[in-house]
């Protein structure tokens, strides 16, 4: 990726205990993988787990939506790209779109907010410093992209025959 594309951090193999009965990659996996590429993520905006403990705060998870494109199946090779939509002194918005390593096709997307947390009072706190300064650094770059058509959707606009508005 170019220093301008989406940061590409994380990449895994479809595990055997990932897939179900229909034969691919169970919604749970997808999720553990987006949740391992966030981990990465955070690692490289000054947030891993040493950092954590340093600055008595964390990453929460609020929110985050998934598009399920294509199937993976067993032993497929996975990317995950992150791409930084915004972020604010407490809260950081971004998506990441998990492909196919070799054939290249998009198989799910997970955007994400997230908030920082203080840990010693379990409440919403502004972010240190460096780690407002390396989102900086990203967004400069991210904010050349274009936004993935995946981000800000929302389900069933509007409401599918038979439910409820």
Known sequence: MSAAGPLRLYRTTVSPDWI??????????YVL????????FLERI????????????SIFSVEGHITYQREVNLGD?????????GFDEKRIRFI??????TEGFVAATMEWVHLYMDMNLRKVAP???QV???LQSIMNDHAL????AEAGRAIAKPPLPGTRP
Do not use: S
């Open 132 to 134: 407002c300064e390396e």
């Open 33 to 40: 993988v987006f949740d391992q590429a966030t981990d990465v």
């Open 46 to 57: 000054g947030l891993g787990p040493e950092e954590r403990k340093t600055l008595q705060g």
């Open 145 to 148: 992209l274009e936004m993935p």
């Open 20 to 29: 179900d009965y229909n034969g691919h990659m169970n919604v749970a996996y």
């Open 127 to 129: 972010m240190p410093k």
């Open 77 to 85: 090779p996975l990317v995950c790209d992150v791409q930084l939509l």
């Open 96 to 101: 990441t779109i998990m492909r196919h390593e």
